[in-house]
């Protein structure tokens, strides 16, 4: 009824004022003539502490983005790489390099790669030309590219690839790329149409069915006219360059030239000189070098150079003085210090007298007594004392020892089990399992198959065919049957597979890392704490480049490096790639020369179809290096210490590669190219990163014994073929064996002469059931035959 009548009160008026001034009519409660002083004081000290340190990541963000700015695209920095790669055969990358080179400078382009300085610009540039068909050659180019130029020609179409301006060679190389990191990208259209119409439409025709291979930054250009061109190369200058964050964390330098001293002393070696600008990072002199697919090296000399191609155009009397001296300046030179200069160190050397003991105690003697007359049965009259024993001489020969092949091989029996207690054939007793496995190394053929390149040189057609055709039927069959393997009839299988054990659980049984180790594990270097040690190694590498030391040359300096005790044949290929092929050197962080045991994320490239088998012979690019390595397989068990190994390498899915190689820090890009026979280019095996560096992860290869029930009586069953004699029955007793269809149980005792056994399980047998038992052991990679790739190329 009152509706207008209602009373509205005013609101009241502190609603904008903040809480300090609310609180100013408030006495303190101490004294209470004064207004008491609110809190806010702190929270603005604290509100004004953030905004300064706001401020001042802001001002380091700047000052960081600045001098990357100026690192990568001022004066003083060195030339920016521009790689033009042709994605298609009928892509001309000869000419185009022609105009941009004639855009920037008057000079024409030379060999595969030249370097520019333009003054109009106010750029420098290192222009390289892919050839296509040789993908390490492009491999190699994008390894140190700033800037890759895809070229696709409008008026080409191909059928194989679904894109029409890519052919196949561009696709795998495409993936390739991806697969080591891409720079800043762009693409550039040629042989568009004259019609102004059917200009646009075919470039936006080749931007829609190409804009899916490129990352979503990448922009599109024509570059048919030297306008296309000119707005090109200003939109590239201006736009700020990424690179793979692995190539920020050492420095390189992309030889320019190669050359080579013949040393005195020795007549085998020389010392290469290499000059280029230095890139990314300072480098030291006391530093070890990696030269590209040659190996890792030491330093004699650094000389820093006068730069060829200076920014600002040099006066005429400099190029008088250039003219006539036909030399190069030498700025500043540095030689390293014998007591910081970091070893070259590739390989532990084991100590010979490392594992001898010192001499026993009386104790540990008495000790080896009893166990000896333990061991050292012997079958003696009724009644014999020990002492009455010790005069009886044992007329047995060392050939009856020998050929008693009924022997039970150490496995240790219970009387109760035993048909003859009082008869123990107790030969090989004083043998223990280390020394008997090195006795049957030759009989384990699945472990110590050599790859198959050894004996390719005096195969014949027919074998070599013969051979491919028996992996691939092998990997077939693993892909249906993994891990099964047949008894041997003419060899025991307590013999057969003497190294193998069984496991209660995979994922819960213990098995020491240490235990058994091969003999390059005497050779390889290992890391308490990797990660701490990365850690360490990277901030000492930060340090380094901050201090400014006398015994470095800062990055983008022109400059030479004096590379000692190289081999003249690695030398004089070298010097002949380097017309085709960029020579790559770069730094090695602390530790990068020795050799360990890496573990590589892995995967098969789509483009190989050929199996992969373990242990083969392929070619490792890790970064910028290039080594030869024999991995194995393995599964990536992440609840487990303990990986499955895989015989082959199956496609799909990733796995594990375990090698011997140098020691390197992730993260790394990995690509694994497989050397053809006859000296045709290498093929992408399969691509990857570098996972870890761990000598202790253990790798465990499996195998399945199967047999087939002969008769079953409920929980009862008769199982035959497994074993083809008791011996061997009583040798696998204490593992546990299992069914394809889910049942589990135990040996109980052999049955016969023919290896048939007795098995209790939990449930009621099936008749077409399988009955198998699983053994492990561990593997290990191969120790590569040798680690320079260059001079199989």
């Given at each position: ?14 609603r904008f ?24 004081n702190?929270a603005?000290?604290a ?23 100026r ?12 790689v ?7 892509v001309n ?17 030379g ?18 030309k892919a050839?296509?068909?040789?993908l ?10 700033d800037?890759?130029?895809f ?7 191909c059928?194989e690839?679904p ?44 931007m829609s ?16 006219s030297?306008?296309d ?15 793979p ?8 330098i992309?030889?320019q030239?190669?050359d080579m ?11 290469m000189l290499?000059t280029?600008?230095l ?15 040659a190996?890792?090296?030491q330093?004699?000399k ?10 600002n155009?040099?006066k ?7 003219d006539e001296v ?7 030179s ?7 200069q ?10 010979p ?9 009386e104790?540990e003697m ?6 000896q ?11 014999t ?6 005069w ?7 050939e009856?020892l ?5 022997a039970d091989?150490?496995?240790?029996l ?12 107790t030969?090989?007793l ?14 384990d053929?699945?472990?110590d ?6 004996d ?5 057609r027919?074998q ?12 077939a ?16 299988a307590?013999?057969?597979f003497a ?6 659980s995979?994922?819960t ?15 390889i270097f290992a890391?308490d704490?990797?990660?701490?040690t990365?850690?360490h190694v ?5 340090d ?6 006398d015994?470095?040359?800062?990055a983008?300096s ?19 790639l380097?017309k085709?092929v960029?020579v790559?050197v770069s ?10 045991v ?10 190989y179809?050929?199996?992969i ?8 690019h ?11 397989f ?5 609840n ?17 590669a375990?090698?011997?190689?140098p020691i ?15 000296g ?6 399969a691509v990857?990163?570098?996972?870890s560096?761990?000598?202790d ?22 199982v035959?073929?497994?074993f ?15 069914t394809k269809?889910?049942?589990?149980g ?8 023919h290896?048939?056994?007795k ?5 009621v047998?099936?008749?077409?059931d ?17 680690r320079?790739?260059?001079?199989d190329?």
């Amino acid at each position: 009824m009152g509706g207008s009548r209602v009373q509205v009160n005013k609101s009241h008026k502190s609603r904008f004022s903040s809480k300090s001034s609310r609180n100013l009519h408030r006495t303190d409660l101490k004294d209470k003539s004064r207004i008491s002083k609110s809190g806010g004081n702190v929270a603005k000290g604290a509100r004004a502490a953030r905004l300064q340190h706001n401020r001042m990541v802001r001002e380091q963000k700047k000052v960081a983005l600045l001098k990357e700015k100026r690192a990568t695209s001022g004066s003083t920095s060195p030339p920016r790489v521009i790689v033009l790669f042709g994605l298609s055969a009928a892509v001309n990358v000869d000419s185009l390099a022609v105009d941009i080179l004639s855009l920037l400078s008057k000079q024409g382009a030379g060999a595969a790669f030249s370097t520019v300085a333009s003054s109009e610009y106010k750029l420098r540039t290192t222009v390289l030309k892919a050839p296509y068909g040789d993908l390490l050659s492009c491999m190699e180019m994008v390894k140190v590219a700033d800037l890759v130029a895809f070229v696709a020609s409008a008026s080409s179409s191909c059928e194989e690839s679904p894109s029409c301006y890519i052919d196949s060679f561009g696709s795998q190389c495409l993936s390739v790329f991806r697969s080591i990191g891409l720079p800043s990208t762009f693409v550039l259209i040629r042989d568009l149409p004259t019609e102004l119409k059917k200009r646009q439409d075919s470039k936006n025709t080749c931007m829609s069915s190409l804009a899916s291979e490129f990352p979503e930054d990448c922009k599109f250009y024509p570059a048919d006219s030297k306008d296309d061109l000119h707005k090109f190369i200003w939109h590239s200058k201006e736009q700020r360059l990424t690179v793979p964050h692995w190539r920020n964390q050492r420095p390189y330098i992309m030889a320019q030239t190669v050359d080579m001293v013949v040393d005195d002393g020795n007549l085998e070696k020389c010392t290469m000189l290499l000059t280029g600008y230095l890139r990314a990072h300072s480098l030291s002199v006391n530093q070890l070098v990696h030269v590209s697919g040659a190996g890792d090296y030491q330093l004699t000399k650094i000389e820093t150079l006068k730069d060829p191609f200076p920014l600002n155009p040099r006066k005429e009397q400099d190029l008088m003085d250039a003219d006539e001296v036909h030399d190069v300046e030498v700025i500043r030179s540095l030689a390293p210090d014998p007591e910081k200069q970091e070893p070259l160190l590739v390989e532990n050397i084991p100590d010979p007298l490392d594992g001898e003991q010192t001499w026993p105690t009386e104790a540990e003697m008495a000790e080896a007594d009893q166990k000896q007359k333990r061991l050292r049965k012997r079958t003696l009259p009724r009644g014999t004392s020990e002492y009455q024993a010790a005069w009886i001489v044992d007329d047995t020969d060392e050939e009856d020892l020998d050929s008693n092949d009924e022997a039970d091989d150490g496995m240790i029996l219970d009387k109760q089990e035993s048909d003859f207690p009082d008869q123990e054939g107790t030969n090989n007793l004083d043998l223990d399992d280390d020394q008997r496995s090195l006795n049957l190394k030759d009989l384990d053929e699945d472990t110590d198959i050599d790859s198959m390149m050894m004996d390719g040189e005096t195969l014949t057609r027919e074998q070599i065919e013969d051979e491919i055709q028996k992996i691939k039927n092998a990997h077939a069959e693993d892909e249906e049957y993994p891990d099964e393997v047949d008894t041997p009839l003419d060899i025991p299988a307590r013999k057969r597979f003497a190294k193998y054990r069984g496991l209660k659980s995979f994922r819960t049984s213990s098995w020491d890392p240490k235990e058994s180790l091969p003999p390059e594990y005497a050779r390889i270097f290992a890391f308490d704490n990797f990660a701490r040690t990365q850690k360490h190694v990277l901030a000492k590498a930060i340090d380094m480049e901050q201090e400014n030391r006398d015994d470095c040359i800062p990055a983008s300096s022109y400059v030479r490096l004096h590379i000692k005790e190289v081999q003249n044949s690695v030398a004089c290929k070298l010097c002949s790639l380097i017309k085709t092929v960029p020579v790559i050197v770069s730094g090695l962080l602390q530790h990068e020369s020795k050799m360990s045991v890496l573990h590589f994320s892995i995967k098969k490239h789509d483009t190989y179809s050929a199996p992969i088998k373990s242990k083969e012979e392929f070619v490792f690019h890790v970064g910028f290096r290039q080594f030869v390595a024999r991995p194995i397989f393995s599964s990536d068990n992440i609840n487990s210490d303990k990986h499955k190994m895989e015989r082959f390498l199956h496609a799909g899915r990733f796995s594990v590669a375990s090698i011997y190689g140098p020691i390197s820090f992730p993260p790394l890009p990995l690509i694994v190219l497989k050397s053809a026979e006859g000296g045709t280019a290498p093929s992408v095996a399969a691509v990857g990163s570098l996972k870890s560096v761990d000598p202790d992860r253990i790798i465990l290869k499996k195998i399945i014994l199967t047999g087939y029930p002969q008769r079953v009586s409920k929980l009862k069953a008769a199982v035959r073929y497994m074993f083809h004699n008791p011996e061997d029955v009583r040798w696998f007793k204490p593992v546990e064996v299992w069914t394809k269809c889910g049942r589990r149980g135990r040996i109980k005792e052999p049955v016969g002469t023919h290896g048939v056994m007795k098995c209790i399980l939990n449930g009621v047998l099936q008749q077409n059931d399988t009955v198998c038992m699983s053994l492990f052991k561990r593997a290990y990679p191969k120790w590569p035959n040798h680690r320079s790739p260059i001079l199989d190329a």
